[in-house]
Every structure is written in structure tokens, then in C-alpha cells.
T-cell receptor, first 113, second 114 residues
Framework: AQSVSQHNHHVILSEAASLELGCNYS??????LFWYVQYPGQHLQLLLK??????LVKGIKGFEAEFIKSKFSFNLRKPSVQWSDTAEYFC???????????FGKGTKLSVKP | GAGVSQSPSNKVTEKGKDVELRCDPI?????LYWYRQRLGQGLEFLIY????????KSGLPSDRFSAERTGESVSTLTIQRTQQEDSAVYLC????????????FGPGTRLTVL
């Protein structure tokens, strides 16, 4: 069965620090990969996605993620975080003919001003 | 509509009662999904509707859970004889036929079973 692991439950950073959130998945075939973000009091929204092509994808608000097929990873990065990036981040995958997404447990990011 | 809407936003019920949760997907989105998020957990898939095909019910945790969808429109998730472990945020999402399965989420219904 497919699964998604997010390595960090809670990350605390100061503003301007660099961010990398880990995500690994288990699935042997072609996958679509997503990062969703949930800001406090708001609903889930898409941050970025990878379907095919360039493994380095750029999303909104300066976020990017790199798909490394050999490592089954899709880590999220941002060079310099802001207080407004405080949110919970979810990695998700779906593969093959499966319609639904499989989500990781989420990483809560707290950015100190 | 502009986005996925869900109602009610909050529901408090007593153990053993039935509840119905509603989802209005984005117009034109043929696929509709239900997920739940229990405290401190990721999203857990429940059920998936795609057009007129039979729904994928593989994520429903028990036969107390059921869902219906009217055409490519509104969906209702019904939980019968609610239990305390059903307490969670129930999220609905929809996606377009050619959207590469990018799912758009509603605000969720927070269900509390006392």
C-alpha cells in the first residue's frame, strides 16, 4: 500500500532561516506529488505539485520542491522563511489509477518574528 | 461557486445519533473526495466519486459510514450511530477532469461526538 512519511512533526525557525521539510513515499510506479499548506484558521490549499518533467518544481510564495525518484523523496524548501509561513504543511501522493491522495501526517512550522 | 463549500462548519452530537455532512463541489468538477482528519493526524481518505462511475468506498472505516452524490453535484456523508472516535474534521475536495488530480479542498466540518 502507498504511504507517505513526513520526518518532522514540528519545526521552529526564526525569520530568514532556511527551511527544508522532508517527505518520503512508498510506491513503485509513476506518482503525482503534492505539497498542501494549511494556514491557521484557513482550509488546505495547494502549494505546489509534480506530475512529470523537471524534478525541481516551484510553487507559490517562494517555495520549491525537488523530486528525487531514486530516494522516493519530495522535500519542500524555502531559502528564507517569513513569519507568515507559520502553518501546517502536508505532503501527498497518488499513483497509478488511484484517484484519492495519500497524505503524510503533516509538519507544523512555527516561524518566530 | 468560487470554491468547495461544506456545511455545517461545526456539528456537536451525542453518541449514537446519526449525522449528515454536506459538500458542494466546484461547478464542473467531476471528481469528489471525502477525507477526515483526526487530531494530530494526517488526512485519511474515506470515499471518492468520479462522474457516473461506482464510487471507491475503500477508505470507509465501517458500515456506519456512507456517502451519496447527486450526479456531479452535491454530496452528503452520513455517519450512523456516531461514536466518540468519529470526532474529527471531515474534509471534502473536488477536482476537474483534466486537472491532473489537483484537488481543491473545502473548509471542513468539525464533528464532535459527546
Amino acid at each position: 500500500a502507498q504511504s507517505v512519511s513526513q520526518h518532522n512533526h514540528h519545526v521552529i525557525l526564526s525569520e530568514a532561516a532556511s527551511l527544508e521539510l522532508g517527505c518520503n513515499y512508498s510506491y513503485g510506479g509513476t506518482v503525482n506529488l503534492f505539497w498542501y499548506v494549511q494556514y491557521p484558521g484557513q482550509h488546505l490549499q495547494l502549494l505546489l505539485k509534480y506530475f512529470s518533467g523537471d524534478p525541481l518544481v516551484k510553487g507559490i510564495k517562494g517555495f520549491e520542491a525537488e523530486f528525487i525518484k531514486s530516494k522516493f523523496s519530495f522535500n519542500l524548501r524555502k531559502p528564507s522563511v517569513q513569519w507568515s509561513d507559520t502553518a501546517e504543511y502536508f505532503c501527498a501522493v497518488n499513483g497509478g489509477s488511484q484517484g484519492n491522495l495519500i497524505f503524510g501526517k503533516g509538519t507544523k512550522l512555527s516561524v518566530k518574528p | 461557486g468560487a470554491g468547495v463549500s461544506q456545511s455545517p462548519s461545526n456539528k456537536v452530537t451525542e453518541k449514537g445519533k446519526d449525522v449528515e455532512l454536506r459538500c458542494d463541489p466546484i461547478s464542473g468538477h467531476t471528481a469528489l473526495y471525502w477525507y477526515r482528519q483526526r487530531l494530530g493526524q494526517g488526512l485519511e481518505f474515506l470515499i471518492y466519486f468520479q462522474g457516473n462511475s461506482a464510487p471507491d468506498k475503500s477508505g470507509l472505516p465501517s458500515d456506519r459510514f456512507s456517502a451519496e452524490r447527486t450526479g456531479e453535484s452535491v454530496s452528503t456523508l452520513t455517519i450512523q450511530r456516531t461514536q466518540q472516535e468519529d470526532s474529527a474534521v471531515y474534509l471534502c475536495a473536488s477536482s476537474a477532469p483534466s486537472g491532473g488530480n489537483e484537488q481543491f479542498f473545502g473548509p471542513g466540518t468539525r464533528l464532535t461526538v459527546l
